[in-house]
């Protein structure tokens, strides 16, 4: 029996065709012809062409916090597909990517350490610390994207694991 996942196939016609195109020259129109579905299975999975781009990074992240990869690497995904993000990240306005890309990043750290530490809630001081910290490091892998990427993943994400307050090293 073969599966086909037809999600998977939207995405796969989102980055091929982001290759080629900007992100505001893409259209659902031009997404449907390169995946070859209908517009009523498009939108059973998705809710906009900008709802595809930041799903090609919710599906990376997703699988490496269901995995706890302990060694895996946002930057080495982003800068795996640089070209995608660059264009990915210049969207501006509303269902940016850079907008998605912060509130999944502060979602996941303020779960995280809800998590470690057993807390219900964050305190005004861990939300004001981790707000920095994840708008921070989204502005520094854009930056470090945008400049052409010249220093390693590796040494981007232990750059950036410096910058967390010593309090939540362990908690993250």
């Known amino acids: 029996m073969i599966f086909i996942d037809t999600k998977q ?18 259209t659902v129109q031009n997404i449907l012809d390169e995946a070859h579905v209908s517009r009523s299975t498009f939108y059973s999975f998705f809710s906009d062409k900008y709802d595809v781009i930041n799903y090609y ?7 490496i916090s269901n995995e706890n990869v302990e060694n895996s690497c946002a930057y080495q995904f982003l800068y795996d597909n640089k070209d995608y993000f660059i264009k990915a990240l210049a969207v501006e306005g509303q269902n940016s990517f850079e ?12 779960r995280m350490y809800l998590k470690n530490m057993n807390k219900e809630s964050l305190s005004d001081d861990d939300r004001i610390s981790l707000e920095f910290y994840c708008r921070g490091s989204l502005h520094i892998a854009k ?7 010249k220093e390693s993943p590796l040494k981007m994400r232990q750059l950036t694991h ?11």
């Open 99 to 110: 907008d998605f890309f912060y509130n999944y990043y502060y979602d996941d750290c303020s």
């Open 9 to 26: 196939i939207i995405l796969n016609a989102t980055i091929k065709l982001m290759k080629v195109d900007k992100p505001n020259k893409l």
């Open 57 to 63: 990074f919710k599906s990376y992240a997703d699988s």
């Open 143 to 149: 930056q470090w994207l945008t400049r052409g990427a």
């Open 162 to 172: 410096q910058l967390i307050p010593e309090k939540y090293w362990k908690l993250l």
